[in-house]
């Protein structure tokens, strides 16, 4: 099979580090161009990133030359790892000149047309992208990724939404370092502290859990409206963001129905098909004191989330604790796994 | 003035140890005799304990001689830091027995009679020691410190409960590992981790709050009835107790409301005369990433609760952040506070 | 092909689950037996363990119930992770009575006629296995690992000695808290600090590494005579021990010779083609601030030794720095790899 | 009596920060004056500087203007904690228009003329300065303080080459994250790592020694001649540097002379009284494991320096491990000693 060339758009960055080491040899994908800074631009990539994940710059991007970020790319589709600022112009451009957009950033999140996803929890999305042609103009189209504490809170309410009706979630994030991204948060921040502040965080979990829940009706998307209050945290962890959750349901479940639908779950099999599909997109940890960032952040190869503690509350219905690898499956591993979809559809032809 | 001999009981552990630190030099009371386990006991201090806390065993109990931990004691006055079976045992007989008992311990907080205090918000509990006699026969008495995580949390409600009326609590503790004790939390466990989990915490948060928040009538405290629902994480932090509070109150008052109500907190001026008092009990921090458990922790010697990123809930009235040194004002400190209000009461002679 | 079946000895502990992990679908063995102390015994491994590695307690083992440790072990073959006592008791009792043991405790290690081995180094010292027969007297054989500090520091200097010869070195260490087992170091030792002790460690690393270069000579070990001076710290680090050399040569090599000599080496074939070596026993960085801990303990899945910063010195001829992955290529994995040679060799039979 | 005015130089950053928080309430100095980049120029202090020390800003300083970095300052006098460069134009310019500057920047460190001082061990070096206006022509003064690696090794090895005479010395630093300023070291390079890198302080702990243990002789300075060979490393600390040190003598001396001569050890009596200077420069601790950077920093209010596991060595004579505060004695607390004996001296007239 010939592979589908793409770009890593802002591949020297922490998430553009991750998309790229998932990438090699990746059976669908393979990576012909790398975009940066003007700093970066025409350097080779193995001299002008600091790569700060495990080991060495693949062999493959090594001596790649790394690109200017605009909007000549070899190829049809990009992913997206750009800071927010240069997402907001760049990505639409993209999208509109007719590349097929992956992303990671927030940019287009919340643009009507464009599908917020986890394919696992709401891969029907898709069916929006007919909207980008017809509302946006674009002769390409743009999926995107949630933010990464969204991602394991909302893979985590999803089967419990459908089955018994949330209606209000309190969350506590303990977000890990590596969310910020490189250099990112000072080790004198964090070094024997926590930090109760990350920017926006808490308003994009209230938010981007609302459009991943909601629900298709004629090709539109109608958001969930649960009622979502946060408050997100910066802890000394290298990888892996926990939440606790206190959460209101319609029809309150027991502990024993909330753990059976959670360890149920699984994605629609088109989802379970794709390579950089976990077999079971959640785990239930029945031991007392997990899941534990850096002990279940790795499940599932860094895809899965894992769930446990769950018990009664005395206030709400249920309490429980949901581990997500922040950048894995909250970052390139989710839009990876998007472009498998797109893939499969037939959308990247 | 002739200072009044006290004894600290469990004092090789890691908050008898904070008892030691802070009752060097203080102005009332005097250490003339320690207690241990049988493993200490007869060994010198200096040899027997493993000191924990920064710099050295202070000079004044290095050669003292460790006793067993029983009913006879020099003196009339003992610090609990007792493990919790055999301070289940041993407090009711000391106080039984004559002794005036300020103990860190969890033995005897739910017990009738005896006050469950934080000298700043319900001084006015020690009206029930008359009880302690009448009704538990004891010749002695016996005053408690709450929870560690508990003193942070009910320090920061008080006077918000006093205006506007606390309803209900979210609460989720990201709490530090001298709140194990020594050896305690193995550096494995926690080392680019969280932990989910402390062993009866929540239970404490819950039912500790509402004693404290209690009002005295006709002699008998009557417990406050704050619904309460708690998380509660060990993170990577060496000293210093963080929460996150979301509250409901009967009436709403604004982010500046709140703000005015803690910043001019102070306790009676009984208390404020007492040598441990800090200036100001709760201190507000404006700054947007304020309060940090390292950063914040020594405020007023480590007797002051701060409490920072007071701002709206969008499902309660206002979410909060509060930060507590956990062996200060959450232990030690805290009872050795109890014992200034006792001596200054006449309590103690 | 039917595999051999094996035993874990001391498989609840740290170096034991590291064992099951790296056993967990081995090619030549499969784990038919694990053993415990009397208080895990007879219970099963998934209950009696609490794993302190990622993820879960594998499969294989979970319903396996363990066994005593005693001298009755299922099979010929046994992995041994038991405590220095009890393994200088057991070891070579097992040995006499025919068993064939891998072990990595230190009991046997300065054993004449025990071979202390790491394959790509010293693998001709299993010539020394037949005097384990004709003076000791024992039916079966003992092979063992060094200890892990050791380990990195001796597949660094073994190309260099070959080459230069070394004749001194002042080795400063920085281990892993994981070397200590579980629960192992207390946490509050650890965080925001470094112990600048580890309990004979520092005779270890120089009375092992001189055994490891040693030299066959007419069947028996002629032990190196390199003089080192150890100075062993434990740092906030969870997996991979860093050590800085200072390296004296008989016959002083620029950096770039050592470089090349280093890059060079390469294992005998015979030790190259078994299932757990690395491709490259040895990995130079060339960046001006690797090997790290953590960036680089899991190179050749934690079998290779990573070197860097190969400078001059002046004071000795050259300066480095060295990083093993402690409970891999340091502990479980080293004696599994001594395993797979015994099969090859056909002394497993 | 009436303070003498003083300007920080390079107010906000880290070391700035320590250099008002020491000089809150001093008993010789007022600060009238902070400079800071032209970013931070005529802002509030409060407001411009991200305060990453414990509590909060002092109010002295909070409300007081920044000045841009420039040589018109009121008073006579000031403290730099500039960034290199900056300080390399500015400090000779400076000291050439009359003011006196005590400097923690290593400009002037080696320019000759200029005193490295650690008033306890070579106060005697002040008589150098009237090269600098006989030489430099400068009509004020400079005097700087070595890095803060090099003032705990210096200090520990005073005592020891009075009596003994070094010869040479192997020495490994795991140094604290605050020694890299603010935002300095990304916490991705250093939670769970050791970085084996510090730009350029291997050649400083080499060359500062030998100036700082080097004796006057007719008015100049006769450097010593150690030999020293420096690996510098990065760890997971937040304040408090620590090396392990080899060193040989002249005279062998045994471990328990070398712990007489480093327990007697006190400054001349002039420095003695200087109200920085701690009772004693340097504490012997003879328990195993220490010092420890967070048990030791503060020792002394973290002027003294901690020295233990003090035992032969198999290759040169004595091993031991050294602890310094690298902000307070390793920076702004050593500057201000200076300031205090040139104050005593009648130098700042």
């Not at 990438?23 to 025409?42: K, M, Q, T, W």
């Amino acid at each position: 099979m010939k592979k589908i060339p793409v770009t890593v758009l802002g591949a020297t960055g922490a998430v553009g580090q991750r998309f790229i080491q998932l990438l090699e040899n990746h059976p669908y994908f393979e990576i012909v161009s790398l975009s940066g800074s003007d700093r970066s631009a025409s350097k080779r990539y193995g001299e002008a990133c600091r790569w700060v994940l495990s080991g060495s710059v693949p062999e493959m991007v090594h001596d790649m030359v790394i690109s200017p970020t605009n909007t000549d790319l070899p190829g049809k589709v990009a992913f997206s790892a750009l800071p927010a600022g240069i997402a907001r112009e760049l990505e639409p451009m993209l999208a509109a000149a007719g590349y097929a957009i992956c992303s990671n950033a927030s940019a287009l999140r919340m643009t009507p047309g464009v599908p917020l996803m986890i394919p696992e929890i709401n891969y029907d999305h898709l069916e929006m992208i007919p909207l980008q042609h017809s509302q946006l103009g674009w002769k390409g189209l743009a999926v995107t990724s949630p933010n990464c504490t969204t991602n394991g809170m909302a893979m985590t309410l999803k089967p419990l939404h459908e089955a018994f009706g949330v209606e209000a979630v309190f969350v506590t994030s303990m977000q890990a370092i590596s969310g910020a991204g490189y250099p990112g948060v000072a080790s004198l921040d964090i070094l024997d502290n926590v930090i109760p502040l990350i920017q926006n965080e808490e308003e994009k979990m209230q938010t981007e859990t609302n459009l991943l829940l909601g629900k298709m009706v004629n090709g539109q998307r109608v958001n969930a409206e649960i009622q979502i209050s946060a408050h997100a945290n910066r802890v000394a962890v290298v990888d892996g963001h926990m939440v606790t959750l206190s959460v209101k349901f319609k029809h309150k479940p027991t502990v024993e129905d909330a753990i059976r639908v959670l360890e149920d779950f699984r994605g629609p099999q088109e989802v379970a098909n794709m390579p950089t599909a976990p077999e079971r997109p959640i785990i239930v940890r029945r031991e007392a004191d997990r899941p534990q960032p850096r002990r279940d952040r790795d499940a599932g190869a860094g895809m899965s989330v894992s769930v446990g503690r769950i018990r009664p509350c005395n206030l709400f219905d249920l309490r429980m604790v949901s581990v997500v690898h922040n950048t894995i499956r909250g970052a390139a591993g989710g839009s990876i796994l998007n472009a498998e979809l797109l893939y499969a559809k037939g959308l990247l032809d």
